[in-house]
């Protein structure tokens, strides 16, 4: 099939109006997944009886079960069920945001138990607040150890936003899928549409990259 030019320059601001969407979603769902999973990592690491099961229960079941059910449970029965409906964009943002947080939790929870026993027992001699201990020993060691890790699932995200088009999001890829089923000419699409991801991605592996060599310097 021979490369269409007028369809391709047809297709560019529909795909970066998809692309838009598309970083939107993943820096939203990174601000959700990297606050809940700290949060429930430390709900976890806390140790209350029943809430610590409840929430080792909660990550197991999300971390078993494919996103894009995820999504049709929040979007389809989880909404209505509680007489709300937000949209799709914001259901997605929540829905990659719960996802990823269980996985970012366990990033957290090795990050903490990496930081040193002695710094504990540090902080127990001095008597100082939980809370200080926390804020002002334990998380600021504890997270620049696991940025890189952060930084990949959030190119793991940005990779998976084309499952939302099953609620009706139209992200890059979603855009390069309606352009083709309106010409009937999908390798133009389609092709700008990895071109994209590519130009986003790959740039920020090398960056994740980066700080992994002066994270391990550290």
Known sequence: MDW???NA?????????????????TVLGSVVAYVLGLVLAL???ARIPVLS?????????????????????????????????????????????????TYTSEVYRAG???VPKGQWEAATALSLPRGRVWT?????QAVPRVLPAL??????????????????????????????AETFRVI??????????????????ILVRRLERRVGKL
């Open 4 to 6: 269409d030019w007028q």
């Open 9 to 25: 320059a047809d297709s560019i601001p529909l795909l970066l109006k998809g692309l838009l969407v598309t970083v939107e979603l």
């Open 43 to 45: 709900l976890r690491r």
């Open 53 to 101: 099961q409840v929430v080792y229960l909660f990550i197991e079941l999300v971390r078993s079960t494919p996103l894009l059910i995820q999504v049709f449970v929040v979007f389809y029965l989880l909404w209505p069920a509680m007489g709300i409906q937000p949209s799709a964009f914001l259901t997605g943002v929540i829905a990659l945001g719960i996802h990823y947080a």
């Open 112 to 114: 903490i138990d990496a």
């Open 136 to 140: 002002g020993i334990i998380l600021p």
């Open 151 to 180: 930084g990949n699932y959030m190119i793991s995200m940005f990779k998976e936003t084309p499952l939302l088009l099953a609620i009706g999001v139209l992200d890059v890829l979603n855009q390069a899928k309606q352009q083709g």
């Open 188 to 205: 133009e699409p389609y092709t700008l549409a990895g071109v994209l991801f590519l130009l986003i991605s790959y740039p920020a592996s």
